[in-house]
């Protein structure tokens, strides 16, 4: 038995896709990790703990699971997170359940969306999410979704 042994075609495609996922996962982890292209911050508004998390080169796929991390990290409170790529701006809310009798991710979604020039977006009262294209907005959503709560 000599010779290489050759990669068929099916199996190329395979390690390429593979690659091509971890590498995604490294380069969403650099950006987790730097504290300049990823910006939390925690703030209590009426009794309600909220994260403001902002997201510089991240592609709004990867939104969900920040809700969902940010939401086991406040244990209880609601979580806005917005991810920024080209001229893509995606916004996801995440609401822990108990909240989700006072409040509805829904709205705080398309209240976003309509500022970052998007379309309304959709989901359920404790995960919404929403796109659009104006990433200088960003902070002006904060401060609209700030007075809802």
């Known amino acids: 038995m000599g010779g290489k042994p050759s990669l068929d075609q099916s199996d190329q495609k395979l ?7 971890q590498l995604e996962t490294l380069s969403v982890n650099s950006i987790l990790n730097d504290k300049t292209k990823n910006k939390i911050h925690d703030e209590v508004i009426n009794g ?3 994260r ?3 997201i510089e080169g991240l592609p709004p796929k990867e939104l969900r699971k920040l809700v969902d991390n940010g939401k086991k990290d406040l244990g ?4 806005v997170v ?8 995606g916004v996801a809310v995440g ?8 409040y509805d991710a829904v709205k705080f979604v398309k209240v976003s969306s309509e500022i970052i ?3 309304g977006g959709g989901g359920r009262k404790d995960f919404a999410q929403a796109g659009g294209q104006d990433q200088t907005k960003i902070n002006e959503a904060f401060e609209k979704i ?4």
């Open 15 to 21: 390690l390429i896709k593979n690659l091509t996922k």
């Open 48 to 50: 309600t703990k909220i």
């Open 52 to 54: 403001f998390q902002n």
């Open 76 to 79: 209880e409170g609601i979580v």
């Open 82 to 89: 917005f991810a920024y790529k080209d001229d893509k701006v």
């Open 95 to 102: 609401i822990t359940s108990k909240l989700t009798e006072k």
């Open 117 to 119: 020039g998007g379309q």
């Open 146 to 149: 700030k007075k809802l709560i």
